[in-house]
């Protein structure tokens, strides 16, 4: 069982975004900014391109509402979205406010926010969702 399984089953807390049948979204914890947000199939499959056709088709349907939050709650302009899947063997999409192509750069180093912190980003997207 990943770490984001454990998250959708609510074993692990998580600051959530938004959630269906097929999908969980929630804060990145250490994001790459603040409003950086993650998006999971509730299957458990590794690699993004190895989720079945409704959950692969469905997930930027399901992300779209969620992007179009962040937009409006962070100085940004756009929404930028990564598939990297390095990090946890859990198919997952980064939802990321974005100025410029290099805020999508994943070798930078992670925000450290407080609990705070992140139920303020959380609560602001949650207004604007």
């Known amino acids: 069982m990943t770490i984001f399984t454990k998250i959708i089953k609510g074993e692990i807390p998580s600051y959530k975004i938004a959630e ?3 999908f969980y979204a929630f804060l990145d914890i250490f994001p790459l900014v603040k409003g950086h947000v993650l998006v999971v199939p509730k299957v458990e ?3 993004f391109f190895d989720m079945p056709e409704e959950f692969l088709s469905g997930i930027l349907s399901f992300s779209q509402p969620i992007a179009k939050a962040i937009e409006k709650s962070f100085d940004c ?3 930028g979205i990564s598939v990297v899947g ?3 063997p859990h198919a997952h999409l980064h939802l990321v ?3 410029e192509a290099d805020d999508l750069n994943f ?3 992670k925000l ?3 609990a705070d912190e992140l139920k303020e980003v959380q609560s602001l997207i949650l207004s604007n969702l």
Do not use: A, G, Y
């Open 77 to 79: 302009n756009r929404c």
């Open 20 to 22: 269906n049948d097929k």
């Open 107 to 109: 070798t930078r180093p």
């Open 45 to 47: 499959v590794d690699q």
């Open 86 to 88: 390095l990090e946890v």
């Open 112 to 114: 450290k926010l407080s």
């Open 97 to 99: 406010p974005i100025n």
